[in-house]
């Protein structure tokens, strides 16, 4: 299916915000109780804002870590808990940068997107000369394939079994799986983690 990028309002103007304007919008509870997101980007539980972590380790994306239904403290990409308050995304969908930085997690810098779109952005504005995925000559899988991974290894079937089943090594399957690499398949494992939470609610109500 092709993916179009048709000219519109901007967020804040679809907000009818002023610039510079602050509006909250709560959080799905799926990814926990009582948090809400705002539209310059900050997101807050009920007693305060949240400090994300934005370094090296996280791709120099704002992480922040909510507690989930189930008690746990979790991780997610700031953007993305921002998108799906303002209903920009939906779980499996993309967000882009419209600026190209990371750490602007404003809704009007916001945008759903694609795996191809999110490349020509990125490389257009000079943040990935070393293109990934794919697109990157070097890459010995395919999205398709890379999608494969992340869905056997969710499933259960061992590292060193997938390993020989495309050619890599166990570790590389490991990072796949684990979001350290092929960031595009971000949304994808966002969607099978909340899978396994929703699967293990029902196992504990029976």
Not at 46 to 72: A, D
Not at 110 to 135: C, D, I, T, Y
């Amino acid at each position: 299916m092709n993916f179009e990028f048709k000219p519109g309002k901007s967020s804040t103007e679809r907000w009818g915000m002023r610039m510079g304007e602050e509006i909250w919008k709560p959080v799905p509870t799926k990814y926990g109780f009582g948090y809400e997101a705002s539209s310059l980007g900050r997101v807050r539980s009920k007693f305060r804002i949240l400090k994300g972590i934005c370094s090296k380790s996280t791709n120099w994306y704002v992480n922040v870590s909510l507690k989930s239904p189930e008690g746990k403290h979790i991780n997610y990409r700031a953007h993305r808990i921002v998108a799906f308050a303002f209903g920009i995304i939906d779980e499996a969908d993309i967000v882009n940068h419209i600026d190209g930085v990371k750490w602007n997690n404003a809704i009007s810098n916001l945008e759903k997107s694609n795996h191809s779109h999110n490349h020509k952005h990125a490389f257009a504005m000079g943040l990935n000369p070393r293109q990934k995925g794919e697109v990157n000559g070097r890459s010995k899988l395919t999205l398709e394939q890379a999608k494969q991974v992340v869905l056997q290894y969710a499933d259960g079937v061992s590292a060193v079994s997938i390993s020989k089943q495309f050619g890599i090594s166990a570790s590389q399957v490991s990072a796949i799986a684990l979001g350290k690499r092929w960031s595009e398949l971000d949304g994808l494992r966002a969607s099978l983690n909340i899978r396994r939470r929703n699967h293990a609610l029902k196992q504990k109500g029976k």
